[in-house]
Every structure is written in C-alpha cells, then in structure tokens.
C-alpha cells in the first residue's frame, strides 16, 4: 500500500502550488490514458487475435526500455533476473486474462471490475501477515463487490458473461503480481526501470509461444498485415502511451510527489474507464449498471482510505 512521506511545516513559497499541479497533471493523464485502454484494445482485438495483438503491443516497447536502461539491466544479479521472470510470467498471464476478458465485455465493465485489485490486496496482504482487516475496509468491499453484481446486471439478473469472470481474475493476478513484488526479496532493490524491462520481456517470451502453437489464433504477422489505420493507431496507443509513457510518468512522479498522491490520481482509473466506454464507445450501463458504477467507484475510494 503506498507510504504517505511526512509533510513539512516550513511555510511553502507562492510556486509550490503551481510546481504540485505541473506533478499531478501528467500523472492524471496516465489514469486517462490507462482508463483509455480497454476501449482501444477492445476496438483492435478479437478472440482470434488477442495474443498477436500482445506480442506486438509490448514488441513495439521493448526495445526502447532495454536500450534506456542497458547499463542498468546489466548490473541485473542472478537472483534478481529469476524474481523478475517470475513476476514477468504472472504479468503475462494478467495481460492475457484482460485482453481475452474485454473483448467478451464492455470496456466499462473491465475497467471498473479490474479496479477491484484495490480492495482485493489489502486483505491478501493482512492475511499473508496473519492481521485481520478492518470492519470499515470489510464494509467497503462489500460495497464494492455489490457495485460489480449490479454492474454485470445492466439488462436484468443474469450469470455474469464470460469477460467478466476474466476480468475478475485478472485483478485476483494483479493482487498476486503486488503481494509477489513484496515477497520476492531480491526484486525489492532492483532498478525499477530494469525490474520493468525484464517482466515485460518475460511476458513477450510467453506470449510469443502461445502465438507459435496451433490453433491460438493468428500470427503476429498476418494480424498487422490486416491492420488498416485505425487498427494501427489503436495499437500505437496501446505501446506508446499506455505503455512507455505511463511509466516514465510513473517513475518520474514518484521522485516529485508522495508514493500516496501519485496512488491516488492514478486510482481515477475506472472513472475514466466508464466515462470513455459510455461517451466514446456508446456503450450503455442501464440504472442497475449505473448503480453498481456508482458503487464500485464509492467503494474502491473508500476502501483505499480504510486500507491507507
């Protein structure tokens, strides 16, 4: 969970004001950006396509990260390439969960479901240190888990659709992938840019494998041979600002700001989610998906106080 630095009492100068929006703007857009991204990889990917569409998403940034960071990946121990492959392997099959669960649901509901991660890893982490949560956080999840039921309802009370499920477990992944980070004590000090490089690389690995097997759908190659702009643009998107410059972003924020401040603009995720789902994709939630909206929302803020 993020750290609140301690605040200083010295009278700040008339700039500081100005300097802390400068920090938070572009931290905000990666929450837009990100919230953004299952309407994009929604609009490029389907069932036959999803693992080409991965393969070239994080092929595309690879490169880039490894030549930004060589000196650095070099300086990688033993241990720490093993812990970072680990966690590359758990990434990967979080980004497969997600792109397979968004093309069988609407970006709205994948971006507020996935947005469950936040109530789902403060008490894996309570249990893993054998602590009990909170009744105030207990009360917010069950806000939240009541938004995601009325949520997947929007056209009356049926089982929930196969994407959602998945989606469900790609934030039950990501609350692995966190509570892995701090487990796994030889990643704890390694170079963020280089832990980031080596997961991502181990990610493509797998799904470059996949996308070798017969019968996981098309090749990389023949899905970007049918790309046509739109396609292209989606993808572009999907690698350079979802990907490359969301985490700059990050790891230029967190020098600037509190680990707390940057947790908190970025968790306006499924806001953003929801809104680029409904205004630009035209999806519809109806009053129960709405209601539930409202509830995951409400219940994901106040469970990040509650866990703080």
């Known amino acids: 969970m993020p750290l609140e630095l301690p605040v200083t009492l010295a009278a700040p100068a008339l700039a500081a004001p100005r300097r802390t929006w400068l920090t938070d703007l572009p ?84 971006g507020l479901i996935i947005s469950l991660t936040m109530i789902f890893t403060p008490p894996a982490e309570a249990a893993v240190r054998r602590e009990a949560p909170s009744a105030a956080f207990l009360a917010a999840a069950a806000v939240s888990v009541a938004g995601v039921v009325l949520l997947t309802q929007g056209g009356g009370f049926t089982a929930p659709s196969l994407g959602d499920l998945l989606i469900l477990c790609a934030a039950l992944a990501r609350t692995l992938h966190v509570l892995l980070m701090a487990r796994i004590k030889a990643v704890q000090d390694a170079d963020s840019l280089s832990l980031t490089t080596v997961q991502l690389g181990s990610a ?59 947790s908190l603009l970025l968790g306006t995720e499924p806001l953003w989610a929801a809104a680029a789902g409904i205004v630009i994709g035209g999806e519809h939630l109806g009053a129960l998906g709405l209601a539930g909206a409202a509830l995951v929302l409400a219940g994901t803020a106040w469970g990040r106080r509650a866990a703080a």
């Open 204 to 262: 493509v690995l797998v799904f470059a494998v996949l996308a070798a097997v017969p019968g996981t759908g098309d090749s990389p190659w023949a899905a970007a041979a049918g790309f046509g702009a739109a396609e292209w643009a989606g993808l572009a998107f999907l690698s350079v600002f979802c990907t490359l410059f969301a985490f700059f972003v990050q790891m230029w924020a967190v020098r600037r700001s509190s680990p707390s401040r940057v």
């Open 27 to 110: 931290v905000l857009a990666v929450a837009v950006v990100w919230g953004g991204s299952y309407l994009a990889a929604k609009g490029i990917t389907a069932t036959h396509t999803v693992i080409a569409v991965l393969v070239l998403r994080f092929a595309l940034v690879l490169p880039v990260l490894v030549l930004a960071g060589w000196s650095r990946l070099r300086a990688l121990s033993a241990g720490q390439l093993r812990g970072a492959g680990l966690l590359g392997l758990v990434l990967g099959g979080i980004f497969l969960l997600e792109t397979y669960g968004v093309v069988h649901t609407s970006a709205t509901n994948a």
